[in-house]
C-alpha cells in the first residue's frame, strides 16, 4: 500500500518492482509540485531572494504548501480522502492499509481551516505566509526572508480585516495554523521516510 492521497490510488500492484511503483507515484503528485514552485515565483519578492533561498524555503515548504491547497481532499462529514486521481477511499480502508495518526491529524488541520471558509484571494496569501515562514535551517540571508515575511503577513492581515470586518480572530487562527502545518510536515517527512527504507 501507499496511502497518501497525493498518489492515484492507496493500493499498488505487489508483483511490481519499487522503483516502478516510486516512479508512478512521481508522475502523480510531480504537477502538484511544479505549481508549488510556479506559485513562488508569483509571490512579489520571492524571485529577489537568492537561488538557494529560493531552493531552501521550497524543500522544506512545499508539503506545508500542498497540504494547505489540498485540505478539502479530506472530507470530515463523509470520513473519506480523495485520491489525486479522484478516487475517494472511506478512512477505516485507509486505516485498514496502515494509515495512522498523521491521518487523524490531518482531519483534524483540515476541518479547523475549511471552518474559516477563506475566500481564494485568502487562501493564496496565505499559502504565500506558509511559504516563506518555511524551516530556516540553512537559510543564507534571514533578514531578507523575514523581511518578505513581514511584509506578507501585513498584507494578509489587511485582506481578512477589509474582508471580514472585526474578524481579527481568524487572522490570529491563521498564524496558529503554522505550526500546525509544521508538525504535520514534521510527522509526514517521518512517514516518506520509512516507506523509502521498507517500501
Ligand atoms: C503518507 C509521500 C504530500 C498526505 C505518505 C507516504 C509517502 C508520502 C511515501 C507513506 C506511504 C505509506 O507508508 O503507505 C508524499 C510525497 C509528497 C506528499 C512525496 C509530496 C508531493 C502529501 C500531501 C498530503 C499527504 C500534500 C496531504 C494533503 C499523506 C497521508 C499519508 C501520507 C494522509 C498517510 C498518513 C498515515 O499513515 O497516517 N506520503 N506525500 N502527502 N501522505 Fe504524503
Known sequence: HLVCPMNTSPLVDPSKPSHEIWEEFSQSFTPAVREVVDFARQI???????QHDQVSLLKAGTFEVLMVRFASLFDVKERTVTFLSGRRYSVEV????????????MF????????LQLSPEETSL????????ADRTGIEDVSSVEALQENLIRALRNLIMRNHSNESAIFTKLLLKLPDLRSLNNMHSEELLAFKVHP
Open 44 to 50: 512579489p519578492g520571492f524571485q529577489e531572494l537568492s
Open 108 to 115: 483534524d488541520f483540515s476541518e479547523k481551516l475549511m471552518a
Open 94 to 105: 485507509l486505516r485498514s492499509m496502515g494509515a495512522g495518526e498523521l491521518l487523524t491529524s
Open 126 to 133: 496565505f499559502t504565500a505566509v506558509v511559504l516563506v515562514s
